[in-house]
Every structure is written in structure tokens, then in C-alpha cells.
């Protein structure tokens, strides 16, 4: 039956009309992956002469141990952001007759091979060779080896477990945030002592390998508690059960002010306030918002008026690249009903265009407080959100006639890179490299204020062009138009 999974996600990968899209990012994926093996292979080598260096009088092994509870935080962290549980289209499966154990058993199972669960073994295994050749206990440190490894699939199994109940509110991300902050507080504050305890643990399994049978049973309630959640979820109708949902309505009669537009803009209010994925562009906001607070108390950076613009760039035009990255493909679940309406396209580009701008007016005057680390700060945010709605409006609503990823907006919102191609990954070198690269030339060759003119020229050169820049983007826009369609009635 395996056989059969394996042969079926095969065909699909191969019979995908993402398939060349799917494979060249699978090639890059391939390359980050060598790059992480190689930094955690050597850190594998390193980290016993290391240690042993720098404290001479203390055990590397008891160094790494005391350790474990930050790298098991960090890494339920990580998994919860990046990994996803591996899922087939099981609905067709359903009508056979296959156990659903069966489906289930394979899918936790796959997890299991996960490079995130690979990953650990290239830093764990040198240095437990490197223990060996130390004379320390053989037996000891193949023990503590597969301690460390049952360990990393706790953390697999434990990360399921709180995306599961992370898909039932709203912030998606809570969770995750509560139980790890919960956790790395109380340690911090010395209530309970947790990375004693995890060492201690961890230590008495090293002395006495019996005490193994500990993270093994850990690992089997796991196993088992993720496998009744999702054998509950695995019914042909557990898709067509609706939630019961209180109707919220809102006033958005203000929008009647910019009048052709303001349909689409209701619409896309709509659409941010109702739905998990797009509500994460408003908290994100909150993030851009309170950026420069990271850098601007610290006098280092105060020496550094050069990367003020990026700052800028970034604090007042969050949510212009966040939500407009995704242009028009948070509208893909209903994009070949709104081309089959009489509507000027333009219109449904200036609508997406009138809100990028005011959100970076909007935030550039909630950012004027930062005139309290310097004017100079201030100005560059000034020049900088001339610079978004004269420049990088037109960048990302032009970026987005590639869009080509359907997005479903039910999914959580939280670190979803559903959607994602490369024309996001490419975007950010023109929004963000390319004017703290202009800025920072002219600042280096002529001084900060010519650097401020020069950005604010660029931004209100794109103002005054607005009209002719809407009209090549609109027709880049039609001439993709039945592309998109087609792109976005496939499953990605």
C-alpha cells in the first residue's frame, strides 16, 4: 500500500501544470538544503574542540546538554513557521477501499522523513563520533544519540499537535508564541529551571540507559494523539461542514468618496477583515510599524544615516509589500467571475493602487514620533513614502501580472507561503535593495540631504506618471489576464 502512496504523489508531481515551476523551485530548495547540511556537518566537527577550547575546565557533553531546552524551543519555532504536515488527496482515496489507518499511518509516517528531522543527525552524529574517539562510553553516547533523535520527533509530533489547534482562532500564531514564551519565561525567571531539568534528563539517560524508555513512550502518546486528530478530520463531509459564523458587517460608506473605485475597495476591506491570511497583512502592519525601534535607540545605527531609507522603506510600506505582493491573487478563488463582469480593469488596479497609498500615508504619520531620534530620521521616512507611492506601487501592481499561484484564503495565516513563487522572492530586490542602494550612493558621494531629494524626486516623478504607468501595467495585466485564469483553476 506504501507503494501505491509513493507511486500516486509521484504521478501527481510529474502530471502537475505547476510542474516546471514546481521543479525549479524543488533545484533551489535543493541547494539551500546542501548549504544547511554543510554549516551543520561542520558545526558537528567544531563544537567538541570548540568548547573545549574556550572552557577548558568543563565537559562539552554537560556545555550541549544544558543547552537542548533552547534548541528545543527554537526548533518547535522554526518547524511551526516553515513545516507543514506532508498531506495527500485523500478525498478520491476515501472512496476506495483502503483503511483509513492505513492513509494515516503513511502520512505521519512520511513526516518522520522530513529534512527537518534529517537535518539535527548531520550535527548530532559527528559529534557523537568525536565523543567516541574522546574515550568517552560507547554505549553512553549511542544512547545519547538516539536520545537526541527521539527528541527531534517529539518535536515533529509536538509541532502537528499545536498547528492543529492553532487552525481554530483567529491569530494562528498564538499558540505557538504562548506555549514557547510561556516556557522560555518561566525558565528565564528562574520559576522553573527547565534547561536544568532537560540536562539533568538527558544526563541520567547518558548514566543509565535504561531511563530511554521515557522519550520513546513521550514519542508513542505523540504519535498516537496525532493520529486520532487526523483520522477525525479524514470523511468525505468533513469538508462540507460549515462553521456557524456571527454575520460582522462594518460602515465603509467613506469609500463612496473615491468613486469608480470604491466597489473594489469595499471588496478588498472585505476581503482583508474576513479572512485569516489576508487579516495577517494588519498585524504585520504592527511590526513595520515599531521597526525602527530595533535599530534607532541603538547609537551604532544612529552613525548610519545611509540605512535610514530602509527603514523607511520598510516602516511606512509593510503593508504595500505584504499585501501587494499577492496582487491579484487574493482574489484567484473568485478571479474568473470578476473577468466575466463588465469592469474596466484599470479600475480594479487603481482600487488595489488607493489603498497601498494610504496605508503608507497612514503609517508615515502614526511613524512621526520617530522625529524624537532626529530629524534626520524623520526626513528619510518623509522621502521614503514618497518613494513608495510614486515607485513601489507601480513595482509590486506591475510584479503582480506574474502572479501565477492560486491562494486559499481559509488556510492560516501565519507564515502560509501558499501563493509563493518566485516573483515574490524576486520583488524585494526592487522595493527594498534598489533605493537603499540609491540612497546610499548618493549619500556617500554628495550627503544625506542630496540623497533625500534625489529619492523624493524618483517618488514624484512617479506620481506625476501615474496615469501613463497604470496604462502599461493595465495593458500587462490584460494581455495575462486569460493565463491567470487558467493558472489559478489549478490546485498548486
Not at 67 to 76: E, G, K, Q, S, V
Not at 266 to 295: A, E
Request: one cysteine or more.
Amino acid at each position: 500500500m506504501i507503494k501505491n502512496f509513493l507511486s500516486l504523489e509521484w504521478k501527481s508531481f510529474f502530471r502537475s501544470a505547476n510542474f516546471g515551476k514546481g521543479l525549479a523551485i524543488k533545484i533551489l530548495m535543493v541547494f539551500l538544503a546542501l548549504y544547511f547540511i554543510a554549516i551543520f556537518l561542520g558545526m558537528g566537527f567544531v563544537l567538541y574542540p570548540g568548547l573545549k577550547k574556550a572552557f577548558p575546565d568543563k565537559d562539552p557533553l554537560i556545555i550541549v546538554n544544558s543547552m537542548l531546552f533552547y534548541w528545543i524551543i527554537a526548533d518547535l519555532v522554526f518547524r511551526f513557521f516553515f513545516q507543514k504536515l506532508p498531506v495527500m488527496a485523500v478525498k478520491p482515496l476515501l472512496l476506495l477501499p483502503i483503511k483509513r489507518k492505513e492513509i494515516v499511518n503513511y502520512v505521519l509516517g512520511k513526516s518522520v522523513t522530513s529534512f527537518f528531522n534529517l537535518l539535527p543527525l548531520f550535527a548530532i552524529i559527528p559529534f557523537g563520533i568525536t565523543l567516541i574517539v574522546q574515550d568517552y562510553p560507547t554505549v553512553s553516547v549511542l544512547t545519547w544519540m538516539l536520545t537526541l533523535m527521539l527528541v527531534t520527533l517529539i518535536i515533529n509530533f509536538l509541532n502537528f499537535i499545536i498547528e492543529n489547534f492553532s487552525t481554530e482562532i483567529e491569530l494562528s500564531f498564538l499558540p505557538i508564541i504562548s506555549v514557547v514564551g510561556g516556557l522560555f519565561a518561566i525558565d528565564y525567571f528562574n520559576i522553573i529551571l527547565f534547561s536544568e531539568i532537560f540536562s539533568d534528563g538527558v544526563e541520567a539517560i547518558y548514566k543509565s540507559p535504561v531511563f530511554i524508555i521515557i522519550p520513546i513512550l513521550i514519542l508513542v502518546v505523540l504519535y498516537a494523539i496525532n493520529f486520532k486528530l487526523l483520522r477525525k478530520k479524514l470523511f468525505l463531509d468533513s469538508g462540507l461542514k460549515e462553521k456557524v459564523r456571527e454575520v460582522q458587517t462594518s460602515n465603509l460608506d467613506w469609500t463612496k468618496n473615491f468613486g469608480t473605485i470604491a466597489p473594489f475597495m469595499q471588496l478588498d476591506l472585505k476581503l482583508i477583515w474576513r479572512n485569516k491570511r489576508t487579516k495577517s497583512s494588519v498585524w504585520l502592519v504592527l511590526i513595520g510599524l515599531f521597526y525602527g525601534l530595533f535599530f534607532y535607540p541603538q547609537p551604532t545605527y544612529q552613525n548610519m544615516p545611509w540605512f535610514f531609507a530602509f527603514i523607511g522603506i520598510f516602516s511606512t510600506g509593510i503593508f504595500l509589500i505584504n499585501f501587494g505582493q499577492f496582487i491579484p491573487a487574493w482574489d484567484s478563488g473568485y478571479y474568473k467571475l470578476l473577468m466575466s463582469q463588465n469592469i474596466k480593469y484599470e479600475q480594479y488596479l487603481r482600487s488595489k493602487f488607493t489603498l497601498m497609498a494610504l496605508s503608507v500615508v497612514i503609517l508615515f504619520v502614526l511613524g512621526i514620533p520617530y522625529v524624537f531620534f532626529g530629524w534626520k530620521i524623520l526626513l528619510a521616512h518623509f522621502v521614503a513614502a514618497i518613494y513608495n507611492i510614486g515607485v513601489n506601487t507601480h513595482v509590486i501592481l506591475y510584479g503582480g501580472s506574474f502572479n501565477r499561484k492560486k491562494i486559499d484564503l481559509n488556510q492560516k495565516a501565519a507564515f502560509n507561503y501558499q501563493g509563493t513563487g518566485a516573483v515574490q522572492w524576486l520583488i524585494g530586490i526592487p522595493l527594498l535593495l534598489i533605493p537603499m542602494g540609491i540612497f546610499a550612493l548618493f549619500y556617500f558621494l554628495i550627503g544625506f540631504e542630496l540623497a533625500c531629494l534625489v529619492l523624493a524626486i524618483l517618488g514624484i516623478l512617479g506620481i506625476v506618471f501615474h496615469q501613463k504607468l497604470m496604462k502599461g501595467i493595465t495593458a500587462k495585466y490584460l494581455q495575462s489576464k486569460y493565463k491567470m485564469i487558467d493558472a489559478f483553476n489549478q490546485n498548486n
